[in-house]
């Protein structure tokens, strides 16, 4: 039996804080031996280890409550809003309603089950089931088919939803007719006709409008055309000579024609388009520049070079040409309202 003075004093030394180690020692120098040491130690220890243990296990269990809640208990689950909008109003028997559903979830992505049902009287005469994967918004279309049988008069179209714990509901009233008999009257078709006059008050440019064109007004660029601002290859200062008369004394004068003009344009153009383009801008008549540049615009098959010309009936015809090999950019580019309607024209049946 262990002495009951060393149970005290072991008891004593424990609850003073000292550590089983330390009153082992004191216990070994006071002379006492180790089997009567081990006795008392054992006899008083364990009933203390046994409850800071079970303070600790109580302690902990209240610690991993506390974060369940704090993780989980805050977090409420997002409500989702449901809306449905129809396609149609009124509908015949047999025939499919088509409505769109949206939801928005201000939440994380979650399934969400809905239920379509058409009711009538508080009678469920259709029903349509669907499941989603929603994130922040999603819009869908659904078609119900309508039973044939379904008498004439007013109806209701109600989607419900669920998701987690939480539903939602929406709703719209609709009307059901009867199925119409005998046969429906085909409404005639107009024949396509051509507008009373495709003229665009240009005489270089030859207007036409039929079949060909989709009875649309069409513009097409004549060359040679006197009025157009150059004196072409055909027109002299004899047929052409509000044209060809300046033409014709360049010609005479010891400068570059304007045939060379063109030939060094192309030149230019066929190594860069921007030399052929500097070239141009160096010359000192107009109507020089405006030729050069439509050379290097047709070399390059680069419609910005037809951006500087300065005759605005040179300009439209050089974007035109553009036009004419399916190049419909240069639409809006064109100055003459008729001359951009028929490119616009030619876009479409292309």
């Known amino acids: ?29 006071y002379g006492y031996d180790q089997k009567s040491i081990n006795g ?29 809640f704090i993780i989980f208990g805050g977090k409420e689950e997002a409500a989702i809003t449901v809306k449905t909008t129809p396609l149609m109003t009124s509908i015949e028997a047999g025939n499919a309603l088509t409505f769109n559903i949206v939801l928005e979830n201000p939440g994380s992505s979650i399934s969400v089950n809905a239920v379509n049902q058409i009711i009538r009287n508080g009678k469920v005469v259709s029903e349509k089931k669907d499941s989603f994967d929603v994130q922040a918004r999603l819009q869908k279309t659904v078609v119900m088919p309508v039973p044939s049988d379904a008498e004439p008069g007013s109806y209701s179209l109600q989607t419900s939803i669920t998701y987690g714990t939480k539903t939602g509901k929406t709703s719209f009233d609709f009307d059901v007719i009867g199925k119409k008999t005998g046969v429906p009257e085909v409404p005639g078709v107009p024949e396509a006709q051509c507008p009373s006059s495709c003229d665009d008050s240009n005489k270089c440019t030859k207007d036409i409008c039929d079949k060909s064109t989709g009875f649309e007004c069409a513009y097409f660029e004549l060359t040679p055309c006197c009025g157009n601002g150059i004196c072409e290859s055909g027109e002299n200062n004899a047929n052409c000579p509000e044209e060809c008369k300046a033409a014709a004394a360049e010609v005479a004068a010891p400068k570059v024609g304007l045939n060379e003009v063109i030939a060094n344009a192309k030149r230019y153009a066929e190594e860069n388009a921007e030399s052929g383009a500097d ?15 439509n050379a290097v615009a047709d070399t390059s098959k680069k ?43 030619l876009s479409q049946v292309g």
């Open 1 to 29: 039996m262990v002495d009951e003075r060393l149970l005290n004093y072991v008891r004593q030394q424990l609850q003073a804080g000292y550590s089983i180690g330390a009153i082992r020692a004191a216990l070994a120098n």
């Open 303 to 345: 419609n910005i070079y037809c951006d500087p010309i300065l005759s605005e009936t040179s300009r439209d015809n050089c974007y035109t040409n553009f036009a004419l090999d399916g190049d419909y950019t240069v639409c809006e580019k064109i100055s003459n309202k008729y001359l951009k309607q028929s490119c616009i024209s």
């Open 40 to 68: 008392a130690v054992k006899a008083v220890s364990p009933k203390k280890t046994g409850v800071l243990i079970l303070i600790a296990a109580l302690a902990a269990v209240i610690i991993i409550i506390v974060l369940f």
């Open 279 to 293: 070239y141009c801008r160096s010359l000192e008549k107009d109507h020089y520049k405006d030729s050069c540049f």
